[in-house]
Structures are given as structure tokens and as C-alpha cells.
């Protein structure tokens, strides 16, 4: 049995695989990184920190077609994070307020929600694909 020690006491949010069933995401409470737990290779856990120390992450999910996650935060931004070639594509403008929810489709396509009442839709290389939608009540459970 593998385990592993989280490098801090915050309250595990949510735990996302990626596509290919490799590495757990962990979403802990007020971080502003997220762990993520390469459990079958190496069996080490990295932390993907978001670029500003100020945002807290809120929000994460794998695509269930590409090599990528997102990551939200409290300040409406996005990351999205390509596990291939470990490169971080930070992206602002899409919420005003903290990303809350969100999934993906089988077409790699990104829908987020955020405390803003706002709805976006993305790809999996972080481009807007379509006009925000603003709706009446916080978006939950997408």
C-alpha cells in the first residue's frame, strides 16, 4: 500500500484523476497550489502552485480527453496545466469572482461557473470558444 503525506493540515476540497488513471489531483482548502500524486511512476507528489501567492485554489478538474487539468481560484482565474509537457498556462478575464464549478466534455471542451453568475466555455489550450452567459443564481454541480 502507497501512501503519502500532504504538506498541509487543509481540508481535502475534492481528488480528480487525470484521463490516463496516473496521477490524483488533491484540492485542499486555501492553497494556493494544488498536490498532484503520480501514483503508479515515480509515486511522488508535486505541487502545482498557482502565479499569484494571493489566489487560493477553489476549484480543480482533469480533461477526459487530454493530458490536462484546471485549476481556479478564489480571484476568477484559471490554469490550465498540460501533464505532458509540464507547461502552465495561466489564464485571467474569464470570472470575476471564484471559480466554483465546472466539467469537461468528451469534445475537450471546458465549461466553468463562478460566483460571478457567469458561465465560459474553453479548450483544453485555455481560449474562450464561445460568449460568457451570465445566469440568476450561482452555477453548482456542473
Not at 464561445?130 to 456542473?142: G, L, T
Request: aromatic share 8%.
Amino acid at each position: 500500500m502507497k501512501e503519502i503525506q500532504l504538506t498541509n493540515k487543509g481540508k481535502v476540497l475534492s481528488l480528480e484523476w487525470d484521463k490516463d488513471n496516473e496521477i490524483i489531483c488533491i484540492l485542499q482548502e486555501d492553497l494556493a497550489f494544488v498536490s498532484l500524486w503520480n501514483v503508479f511512476g515515480s509515486a511522488s507528489l508535486t505541487l502545482l502552485e498557482l502565479d499569484s501567492a494571493k489566489a487560493k485554489s477553489s476549484f480543480a478538474k482533469w480533461s477526459k480527453t487530454h493530458p490536462v487539468l484546471v485549476v481556479g481560484t478564489d480571484k476568477g482565474a484559471l490554469i490550465f496545466y498540460n501533464k505532458k509537457n509540464q507547461k502552465k498556462i495561466p489564464t485571467v478575464g474569464k470570472h470575476a469572482k471564484k471559480v466554483i464549478t465546472g466539467d469537461w466534455n468528451k469534445e475537450g471542451l471546458l465549461i466553468t461557473g463562478g460566483e460571478d453568475k457567469i458561465l465560459t466555455v474553453s479548450n483544453f489550450n485555455s481560449d474562450t470558444m464561445a460568449d460568457s452567459v451570465s445566469v440568476k443564481m450561482e452555477p453548482r454541480n456542473i
